[in-house]
């Protein structure tokens, strides 16, 4: 048995409509599929956008050492 989502009464799973308000279970669950797929997408861009930026904090931090390096370099040869 479920809840149904239209008019709350109890009905059997079986049914992919309510009997007593006719309210479709089977847009119900594709409605939920498509959720947990946008959320799973969503999750996997904001993991992506968080490697993309923690890759290029290395990066600056390489650049930022080697530009010290040359600045130091530089002072000793003048």
């Known amino acids: 048995m ?3 989502g239209g008019c709350g009464k109890l009905i ?3 049914f992919y409509y309510c ?3 006719g309210y479709s279970r089977v ?5 939920d599929s498509a959720k947990l ?7 996997k861009q904001f993991q992506k956008r968080y490697n993309q ?3 290029m904090e290395e990066q600056l ?8 390096i040359l ?7 003048k």
């Open 53 to 55: 930026i923690e890759k």
């Open 71 to 77: 600045v130091l370099s530089a002072e000793m040869h």
């Open 12 to 14: 059997d799973k079986r």
């Open 19 to 21: 009997p007593w308000c």
């Open 27 to 31: 847009q119900k669950e594709e409605d």
């Open 2 to 4: 479920c809840i149904c």
């Open 37 to 43: 797929r946008y959320a799973e997408f969503k999750e």
């Open 61 to 68: 931090d390489s650049l930022e050492h080697e530009l010290s």
